[in-house]
């Protein structure tokens, strides 16, 4: 497939339609469409249609203006909504976009190329989960492959199986053969649509990868608000799929044990909420299936000879709790021998990433080509980014770090960041913290042109939540990012307590974590009083690894400079230092000079 996919260098002129259904989707509605905007393919229209929603939808769809094409009505449901968007569209090909998912810019070029190498109703690829808390915060979830299997009913029809919209590029033409989305369902739609299209005799090609995320926030969903509701309109789908199955004699052995497995799985779900009804769905996977018992383990299988399939089940139950108690008990029991084993955390400092001007006097500004990769480096290496939070969570035992931990954080809070830096993260699923100055949000970095320093603009705080969103975690650099050991104590009140109220209005949250200015005042008795008073963690500008007996209020940083090559960027994240500064550390001086020449034919090796 991979081959296929470069036989053809541009895309077929043909015009596709993204279609995003819309209700309450406020915190996401926005990305959704401007992912949609930003595709590399050409041409494409974009048809937004608000299913009457009551928040801040419909005033982000219309800031888009003329770019979309939209509409707004009565709340009717996301199927109505779908086919209405059809309705309005003219493409060839559909792309139908949940609100809350969005697109990565090369997916439609991706699946077009396909649909010019070869015959296909439609075009489908892996699928990458993106899990959101209720406070904004990310974390990545596994690549769900969907994978080419030699019937693709088995997709379908898979209780387990996690296909979102998104990963789909449809023609047209398959879309009408399949009668459109079914208006009378509220939850399983996406199940009884891709069934239908596979009734209506669709053809399939699968593209490995993914460029699309599908979005799993912790917000109550459609599904989620009545899963009782979503579990029977799923069994509906699945009894309407069999009963066409058998009338079009393609009811084959293997289409018997997924189905059979799916009512297993709901049937599990409600073992103990709704004891009549999980037993008929034992008893409907057993009559699709009767050998269905030949799956299971010679346990289970004992079991269910002596108590039947609910004894057997039932047994199940409690030995799977049993199980969830004894590790939990084991993990506890760990605690204190998993806070010893954790591996040394570098703590990485940016200040500015982005275009670098012609006179940098601070010589801070990492270039973006740079900064790319130096994360690619990282997701390459194996390691994982975590947030302030984190690593506080860990040192009360509360929670486990990866394998190969790193922090990066950014200082001052530059707008930059959210045009250069940001979405390098985003694209290869990174955490970061940033540190802002309250007082000067959207304004500039007067602490700075005092010492001649060039003119910034900073983040506003509407940039602020949105990153937020986004999986940035945020700390306070205080009001005014002053020189806290030349501040009473009535000032330090205002610049550490009173930044910490500033954040917290503004998002809402704990604001766990502080860096010190300069790196200033990490000594001074009474500055470390007043942090300790109102946050968890302070970051300094010192060089060094953090353990977890590192003191909380001492956590060290190592900077990364503009013309740190990757063998220097290697060397600080393994050390927590700059090999000059380990060089004066360790080394005499003739010796250090052999190092020096050995290291910089080691950084020329690295930069080629």
Known sequence: ?????????????????????????????????????????????????????????????????????????PNRGGNCA?????????????????????????????????????????????????????????????????GNPPDIFEIFLDYNSLTPPCVFLFSRSVVERAGGWNEKLTSAQDTDFYVRLALADATWLYVPGSESIYRRPSLPTVSSRNPRATAENLIEVLGEAESKLRESGRLTDSRRRVLSRSYLRVARNYFYKDVSWS????????????????????????????????????VRALAAAGTRWLRRRARSANDSSRRARVRPLPMLLYHNVGPRPAEDPSLLTVATEQFERQMRWLVSRGYQTIWPSDWRAARRGRKPLPRKPVMLTFDDGYADMVEFAFPVLRRYGLKAAAYVVTKRLGLTNTWDEVNGHRTMRLMTAEQIRECAAQGIEFGSHTRTH???????????????????????????????????????????????????????????????????????????????????????????????????????????????????????????????
């Open 1 to 73: 497939m991979e081959q296929s996919l470069r036989i053809v260098t541009n895309p077929l002129p043909t015009l596709v339609s993204i279609i995003i259904p819309c209700y309450n989707a406020a915190p996401w509605i926005g990305e959704a469409i401007q992912s949609a905007l930003d595709q590399t393919y050409s041409p494409v229209e974009v048809i937004v249609v608000d299913d009457g929603s009551t928040d801040r939808s419909p005033e982000v769809i219309k800031s888009f203006g003329d770019k979309i094409k939209w509409e707004t009505g």
């Open 82 to 146: 779908r086919n209405r968007g059809f309705a309005l569209s003219a493409g060839k090909y559909i792309q139908f976009l949940d609100a809350d998912d969005y697109l990565l810019p090369s997916k439609i070029e991706r699946q077009m190329r396909v649909f010019g190498n070869a015959s296909a109703d439609v075009v489908y690829e892996d699928c990458q989960v993106l899990f959101e808390s209720a406070i904004g915060r990310h974390k990545w979830g596994p690549l769900e492959v969907s």
């Open 279 to 314: 037993r008929e769905l034992f008893h409907e996977a057993q009559r699709l299936s009767p050998s269905f018992l030949d799956d299971r383990s010679r346990k289970y299988r004992f079991a269910a000879g002596a108590l039947g399939v609910s004894g057997a089940e039932r």
């Open 482 to 608: 002053p020189h806290l050991t030349s501040l009473s104590k009535e000032q330090l009140t205002d610049e550490i307590e009173g930044s910490r109220d500033d954040l917290r209005d503004l998002l809402g949250t704990e604001v766990v974590s502080f860096a010190y200015p300069y790196g200033d005042g990490v000594d001074s008795s009474l500055i470390r009083e007043h942090l300790s008073s109102t946050y968890r963690l302070g970051l300094t500008t010192w060089d060094g690894l953090n353990q977890i007996e590192t003191n909380p209020y001492e956590l060290r940083r190592v900077m990364i400079l503009p013309g740190d090559s990757l063998a220097d960027f290697a060397c600080k994240l393994g050390s927590g230092k700059s090999l000059p500064t380990m060089m004066r550390e360790h080394l005499s001086g003739p010796i250090r000079t052999v190092a020096r020449l050995g290291w910089r034919a080691l950084r020329a090796s690295w930069a080629q």
